[in-house]
Structure formats: C-alpha cells, structure tokens
C-alpha cells in the first residue's frame, strides 16, 4: 500500500497539469501583494482574503482534478491489472491512492502557506498569527475530504462526471445551513422539508471548516471548537473511504 502511494505521489507531482497550477497560485499570491495597495487603508485584509482564498481554490483544485483520475486513469492505462495481480487487495489499492494524494495535499498546504507568511511578514514586517496556521489546516481538511469524495465517483464513473458531481457536493456542502432554512419556510411542500433535512443531517457541512472570514478580519477562534471540526472531517474522510473500498471491490476490471 505505501509502495502505491509513494508511485502515486511522484507520479502527481511531476504532472503537468500539477505543475501549471502551482505556477498559477505563485503568480496569484504575488499579485494579491499588488492588489492589496490598490486599496487604502484595507491593503491587509485584502492581501490575507486573496492569499487565503487561492490557497483554498488551489488546494480543491488539485484534491478534484488528481482524485477524479486516480482510479479511472490506471484501468486505463492497465496498470491496475497488473498491480491487483500481484498480492495487492484492492482496499490496499484505494488506499494507497489516497494516501499519495494527501501527501500531495499536505506538501501544497505547507508550501503555500510557508509563501502565505512571507507574504504576510513582508507587508507587515510582523509574524503571523496562530489562528492563519488552523485556518490552512482546515482548508487541508477540507481538501482531503474532497479527495475521498472523488476517490469514491473516480472508483465508479468517468473523471469528467466525477469532478462535476464533487463540485456539486462541495457546493451543497457549504450551503447546507441555507438549505435547511429555505426547507422550513412556511408554505413549502413536506417533501421539500424533508429533503432539506436529510442533505443537512447526511451530507458533510464544509462551511464549518471555514475560517477564512474569521482571520482576515480578526475574529476570536475557539480552539476547543477546532478538535471537534477535526474529529467531524476525519469521521466523514472514513466513510466516503469506506463507501470508495465498497464500489471498487464490485467493479468489474
């Protein structure tokens, strides 16, 4: 298993695609600096709302894209057959997979934010505060919770349709509160209501690992709360990883 993640992993960082993407979030993260002058008295919050965003946009980016190709592109290539001839089970298979991709993830997470606090320290000649570090944290959560959502669509369908329906997820996902809402407005149909209810009682509310708001323009963090949305994220991670062995165990390959 950590011999497929160790393949996986080199294999995703020498990607092309990969590589055009971290170019793109160096060239965004320099322009936010830019950006941020041209807005007086807020330069700050504008560089931390730009920086943190790109760094969001990058990390979903990558955990769709490589997660969505993950299964499908080695029965492509055959190189499933051949790995899955060997004593390899195939949960063994998955796993590996997901594993190389978090390291991929945790490896994006840690440069972006080692370039998000030179860029905070260079505008501010002041370090950056603790809550920036959870903050990216729980953006790499979010990430890696993508990543088995798309492992679980990469196992059953093709990559173009799995990244629409992780879209369509992640999109939910941070509007489950919203939905809830509109379900129990007065006057709307008992199925609409229920249906609200079961999307927001089954599917993962990512907008608690939003704390992007919340750093950029000062807000207190509580930190007791941080182990909580942690235990939350890893709990769905476990189940979407476990709904991913169940589908790849029944494809026939």
Known sequence: MFNIARIFFHEAVRDRILNLIWLFALVMLGLSLWLGDLSAGNELKVVKDLALGIINLLLIMV????????IYQEIERRTAYVVLAKPVARWQFLLGKFTGLVGVLALLATAMGL???????????KPVEASHSLAIVFMFGEATLLAAIALLFSSITSPLLSMIYVLGLYVVGHNTELILRFGEKDGTAIITRYL????????????????????VYGHSINWSEGIWVSSYAVIYVAIFLMLAVLAFSKREI
Do not use: C, D, H
């Open 63 to 70: 955990a769709m894209m490589t997660g969505s190709n993950a």
């Open 196 to 215: 609200g209810q079961f999307i927001y009682r089954t599917l993962p509310n990512l907008e608690v690992l939003n704390l992007k708001n919340q750093v």
């Open 115 to 125: 370039a998000y606090y030179f860029l905070i320290w260079f505008a501010t000649g």
